[in-house]
Structures are given as structure tokens and as C-alpha cells.
């Protein structure tokens, strides 16, 4: 998809009701772990952001995926939005997108237009909620992975995500005694799943709808 067309039926898209908890249980692994919708948060949640950034490059619509290190942790390894969590001295949640964003890949906050905010999304393993940020850049960002936070930067087209072929599913062997039954998205050769692949479901909702 082109970029300026994208923009638009964000921030037409933005303005409408969400697709919210449908799309999020669309792409989420089974068996559904219901905490993760529960209007109820635990009360010690921590909050955080991640950031949606479209750019255009010849025209086409483009935004940025990373792929964490392998660490000791839940999403060691994992595809990831760029984002993390809400600090003291952050103003609101988009402060804390825009601040991630800057940290992870080198995005100059400055630079970035704020469009709104998809459908906050709780994380169990890690006890996040989080909120994805959308914003766009009228020129391509010089991305600069973080070294300990980004293994690599995956520079993704809305078109490719929105086609059909991309969509998949598949069993995780999470651990020897634990298995899900995961829809993901197929991208530059990574599994995208959990969270990241929720977030993009919504997204992929809103931008279908607008078409």
C-alpha cells in the first residue's frame, strides 16, 4: 500500500471504534490465556508503549520491527515493536513510545507525528500493559539498532503484512512440557506472535476497513 494512502485510513481509522479484544484474540495463541482481557489488571501492572512508525520509501508505505538479543527473560528472541516502559519522567504514554523508539532504533522523536492509539493490550508473563502508539515520519529514518536492546532492525511493507499468504499458524514448543497453538505472521523469514502479532492484527483490521 502507498504511503499516503495508509496515513489517511489511519487517521480516519483512528477516530472510528476500534477493533480492539476481536482482533487481539484473532491472532492470539491458543489455548486463549484470558488474564489478558480481563478489565480487572492486577494492581502492581506496569505500563508501556511501543511504537507504530509508518515512513514512506519510494512511495510505499514501510514501519520497523526488531528482533530482541537472547537474553535470560520472557521475550528473549522474540519480534518485537519498538517500546518499553513508561518512566517516571515521561509526560504520558506517547512520551514513552517516542523515548523507546529514540533508545532501541535511533528514531528522533522531533521527527515523528503522532496519529492516536490502537487497543491497550495486557501482557501476562511480563505484567505490562501496553499501549501501541501510531505515528508517521515523512521521510525514512536513520534507523541505529541499540546493541544490548535490538539485535537487528526488520524494515516491514504494509503491503506485505497485509497479504493474505502472510498469515499463518503454527505449534510453539515453549517449553518440554508447554505448547501453543499459534497464529502468526510470516515476516522476513521471523515468526511474529504473541503480543506483536495482536497489535498488528488490530492494525491489519483498521487498515482492511479502510480500504
Known amino acids: 500500500m502507498e504511503f499516503l494512502e495508509v496515513i489517511e485510513i489511519l487517521k480516519t481509522g483512528l477516530k472510528n471504534p476500534l477493533p480492539g479484544i476481536d482482533a487481539h484474540m484473532d491472532m492470539?495463541?491458543?489455548?486463549?490465556?484470558?488474564?489478558?482481557?480481563?478489565?480487572?489488571?492486577?494492581?502492581?501492572?506496569?505500563?508501556?508503549?511501543v511504537l507504530l512508525l509508518f515512513y514512506p520509501d519510494n512511495g510505499e508505505a514501510f514501519f520497523p520491527l526488531i528482533k530482541r538479543p537472547v537474553y535470560e527473560g520472557v521475550h528473549s528472541g522474540q519480534i518485537a515493536l519498538p517500546g518499553g516502559k513508561?518512566?517516571?519522567?515521561?509526560?504520558?504514554?506517547?512520551?514513552?513510545?517516542?523515548?523507546?523508539?529514540?533508545?532501541?532504533v535511533g528514531v528522533v522523536p522531533e521527527k515523528v507525528e503522532i496519529i492516536g492509539t490502537m487497543t491497550e493490550l495486557y501482557?501476562?508473563?511480563?505484567n505490562f500493559l501496553v499501549t501501541p502508539v501510531i505515528g508517521f515520519?515523512?521521510?525514512?529514518?536513520?534507523?541505529?539498532?541499540?546493541?544490548?536492546e535490538v539485535e537487528r532492525i526488520i524494515q516491514t511493507t504494509v503491503r506485505h503484512l497485509t497479504s493474505p499468504e502472510v498469515k499463518k499458524?503454527?505449534?510453539?514448543?515453549i517449553s518440554k512440557s508447554f505448547?501453543?497453538?499459534?497464529?502468526?505472521?510470516?515476516?522476513?523469514q521471523e515468526v511474529v506472535w504473541g503480543a506483536t502479532a495482536m497489535i498488528l492484527g488490530e492494525l491489519l483490521q483498521i487498515l482492511e476497513k479502510g480500504k
Request: negative net charge; charged residues 40%; without cysteine.
Open 28 to 49: 492470539s495463541p491458543r489455548p486463549i490465556n484470558m488474564k489478558r482481557f480481563n478489565p480487572e489488571r492486577p494492581k502492581n501492572h506496569r505500563k508501556g508503549a
Open 86 to 104: 513508561m518512566e517516571e519522567e515521561d509526560s504520558d504514554l506517547v512520551h514513552t513510545a517516542l523515548r523507546e523508539a529514540s533508545e532501541e
Open 179 to 188: 505448547r501453543l497453538d499459534t497464529p502468526y505472521f510470516d515476516i522476513d
Open 169 to 173: 499458524q503454527k505449534t510453539l514448543e
Open 123 to 126: 501482557i501476562a508473563p511480563s
Open 137 to 148: 515520519s515523512t521521510f525514512k529514518p536513520d534507523f541505529v539498532p541499540e546493541e544490548k
